[in-house]
């Protein structure tokens, strides 16, 4: 009980200083050579014995194995890890699928669960802050209602896109979207300079 409780402080309080990063405008986005596929195998590594515990499963579809693109790897992580985390939490039987594709301009990494699902009227409110499907004094999940919010504002200072699929009882889909440059430098990207910029215009006026 006292590890569980520890683990649970401990993504509280990463989640919080997170988003006050975010929310200071202390946020800094680094670009650097990054291998999708290897990362996204390193947290499902990170997630297994969870899912294990719980009975269920979790696997990777790599289709296309060189998936290097220039990008935030500490973001990227975070992205991946809360999308995996929200998944396993919300999935009492079955599992999560992670998988992730280069197209021209951009890779795609989705991240699939055979959970409880969500109503159509709560789409947009699970990417608000503080705010879950099931909220109350008798709500049936602990957390913040942090981490999607995060999430999205994470993949839009990375010039991204994200969208959620979800049916009730059988399963929610959240793809992400981002950007392929082929240019490495450092930018800060906040709040109030305008994190939703696209990161190739960021890159450009830095050059």
């Given at each position: 009980?006292?590890?569980?409780?520890?683990?649970?402080l401990?993504?509280?309080?990463?989640?919080?200083?997170?988003?006050?990063?975010i929310?200071?405008?202390?946020?800094?986005?680094?670009?650097r050579?990054?291998?999708l596929?290897?990362?996204?195998?390193?947290?499902?590594?990170l997630?297994k014995?969870y899912?294990?515990?719980?009975?269920?499963?979790?696997?990777q579809?790599?289709?296309?194995?060189e998936?290097?693109?220039?990008t935030?790897e500490?973001?990227?992580e975070?992205?991946?890890s809360n999308l995996?985390?929200n998944?396993?939490?919300?999935?009492?039987?079955?599992?999560v699928t992670?998988?992730?594709?280069?197209m021209?301009?951009?890779?795609?990494?989705?991240v699939?669960?055979?959970?409880i699902?969500?109503?159509a009227?709560?789409?947009?409110?699970?990417f608000e802050?503080f705010?879950q499907?099931?909220e109350?004094?008798?709500?049936n999940?602990?957390?913040?209602?942090?981490?999607l919010?995060?999430?999205?504002?994470?993949?839009h200072?990375?010039?991204?896109?994200?969208?959620?699929e979800?049916k009730l009882?059988?399963?929610?889909?959240?793809?992400?979207s981002?950007p392929?440059?082929?240019v490495?430098?450092e930018?800060?990207?906040?709040?109030e300079?305008?994190?939703t910029?696209?990161?190739?215009?960021a890159?450009?006026?830095a050059?």
């Amino acid at each position: 009980m006292l590890n569980l409780s520890s683990k649970r402080l401990l993504r509280t309080l990463n989640a919080i200083l997170n988003y006050s990063e975010i929310e200071s405008d202390q946020l800094r986005v680094i670009l650097r050579k990054t291998d999708l596929g290897e990362l996204i195998g390193e947290q499902i590594k990170l997630f297994k014995i969870y899912a294990q515990q719980y009975g269920l499963s979790i696997r990777q579809i790599d289709g296309y194995p060189e998936k290097i693109f220039y990008t935030d790897e500490r973001i990227v992580e975070e992205i991946v890890s809360n999308l995996l985390h929200n998944a396993l939490k919300y999935t009492r039987k079955g599992g999560v699928t992670v998988s992730s594709r280069k197209m021209k301009d951009h890779v795609e990494i989705k991240v699939e669960d055979s959970g409880i699902g969500i109503p159509a009227d709560k789409l947009e409110v699970i990417f608000e802050e503080f705010r879950q499907v099931s909220e109350g004094i008798g709500r049936n999940f602990e957390g913040t209602g942090l981490g999607l919010a995060i999430v999205k504002k994470y993949v839009h200072a990375l010039g991204g896109s994200i969208s959620v699929e979800s049916k009730l009882d059988v399963g929610s889909a959240f793809t992400v979207s981002l950007p392929i440059t082929e240019v490495k430098i450092e930018i800060r990207i906040g709040l109030e300079s305008g994190y939703t910029r696209n990161i190739r215009d960021a890159v450009g006026t830095a050059e």
